[in-house]
C-alpha cells in the first residue's frame, strides 16, 4: 500500500502564495516521476508540473513563472511553491507519483485525495 497525502491548500487572496507538499508513505522502494494536477469545477483534471526523479521539471504554459515544483527525495515530499496566484488557480490540487514498490515490481502510478485551492478576494 501507498499512500500520498497532500497538504498546504487554503483560501488565498489573488497576487498572494501558497505552498503545497505531497508526502508519500508505505511500501515504497523508489519514487520515480511525480506530478501535481488540478481540476477546476465543472472542468477536466490537468498536468500543472511534473518532475523527475533527476529534477528534470516541466509546467503547464498558465503557470510557468509563477509556479515552481521541487521534490526532496529521502523525506519523499514533493512540493508546489505557488506565486502570484489567480482566481483561475482556483481547483483541487492532486499529487501523482509512478511508485516502485519493490526491487522487482514494476511502478504504479498512485494519486492523493486532493488539497482544495481558492483564489478570492
Known amino acids: 500500500q501507498v499512500q500520498l497525502v497532500e497538504s498546504g491548500g487554503g483560501l488565498v487572496q489573488p497576487g498572494g502564495s501558497l505552498r503545497l507538499s505531497c508526502a508519500a508513505s508505505?511500501?515504497?522502494?523508489?519514487?520515480?516521476?511525480m506530478a501535481w494536477y488540478r481540476q477546476a469545477p465543472g472542468k477536466e483534471r490537468e498536468l500543472v508540473a511534473f518532475?523527475?526523479?533527476?529534477?528534470?521539471?516541466n509546467y503547464a504554459d498558465s503557470v510557468k513563472g509563477r509556479f515552481t515544483i521541487s521534490r526532496d527525495n529521502a523525506a519523499k515530499t514533493m512540493y508546489l511553491q505557488m506565486n502570484s496566484l489567480k482566481s483561475e488557480d482556483t481547483a483541487v490540487y492532486y499529487c501523482?507519483?509512478?511508485?516502485?514498490?519493490?526491487?522487482?515490481?514494476?511502478?504504479?502510478?498512485?494519486w492523493g485525495e486532493g488539497t482544495p485551492v481558492t483564489v478570492s478576494s
Open positions: 508505505g511500501s515504497i522502494f523508489t519514487i520515480y516521476e
Open positions: 501523482s507519483a509512478n511508485v516502485q514498490s519493490g526491487p522487482i515490481m514494476r511502478a504504479i502510478a498512485h
Open positions: 518532475i523527475t526523479r533527476g529534477g528534470n521539471t
